[in-house]
């Protein structure tokens, strides 16, 4: 899983030094995944818990594919890792912004669970 997510540098070397240094690598979107934002209210609202590790394991599980937890700022924010799909219109935009091209992720690295990352 790290290989590839590191591909999603140009220069993968570049993401395995960030997760070295700091635990969080700063990975473009667009180009290998995009990333849907979906605010944490709505998330431990929806399905009715409150631990967000619980939380994004459940996530994970549901959608079938990698999701970030940043409780950093306002409450806390998942992103849920996506196909790319340059062009198509997003019908979730309003709720759950999709990230793609010209946006950066701070992905950390496999298996950290606390900050940073």
């Known amino acids: 899983m790290s290989d590839w ?13 960030e997760w070295a240094d700091t635990g969080v690598a ?11 934002r ?3 209210q709505l998330i431990l609202a929806t399905v009715g818990m409150c631990d967000p590790l ?9 959608l079938n594919g990698p999701v970030l937890f ?6 806390g924010t998942f992103y849920a ?7 198509q219109p997003w019908k979730h935009q309003a709720a759950a912004p999709r990230l793609s091209t010209g946006t950066y992720l701070g992905v950390p690295k496999i298996g950290r669970t606390k900050p940073p990352g």
């Not at 997510?5 to 030094?17: G, K, N, P, S």
């Not at 890792?81 to 062009?87: C, I």
């Open 38 to 40: 979906l605010p944490a």
């Open 54 to 62: 619980e939380v994004t394991e459940r996530l994970h599980r549901f």
């Open 5 to 17: 997510l590191a591909h999603a540098q140009r220069a993968i070397e570049q993401a395995r030094r």
């Open 81 to 87: 890792l996506m196909r790319p799909s340059p062009g």
């Open 26 to 36: 700063l990975l473009p979107l667009g180009r290998r995944f995009d990333a849907a």
């Open 70 to 75: 940043d409780g950093r700022l306002m409450g």
